[in-house]
């Protein structure tokens, strides 16, 4: 599978146009299309304030005792 990563700006009309893919003619593709979240420099640290929180971000998300090795 090939994969290729272009941006553009959505027009006015809603529509967006992609020029040049590197594809023949023919081809079928897959169009995935997703928004770009720009960096706020306003804000370096978007979720203060939220619920969000880590007690203990370093500790180990399970509980070792809770693995078990494969037999």
Do not use: C
Request: no cysteine; net charge negative.
């Amino acid at each position: 599978m090939e994969l290729h990563h272009i941006q553009t700006p959505v027009l006015p009309n809603g529509t967006i146009v992609i020029d040049e893919v590197p594809f023949e003619v023919g081809e079928i593709v897959n169009v995935t299309i997703e928004k770009v979240r720009k960096f706020n420099p306003d804000n370096p640290y978007p979720l203060r304030g939220t619920a969000y929180s880590y007690e203990d971000p370093f500790s180990s998300l399970f509980d070792p005792d809770d693995w078990k090795p494969f037999e």
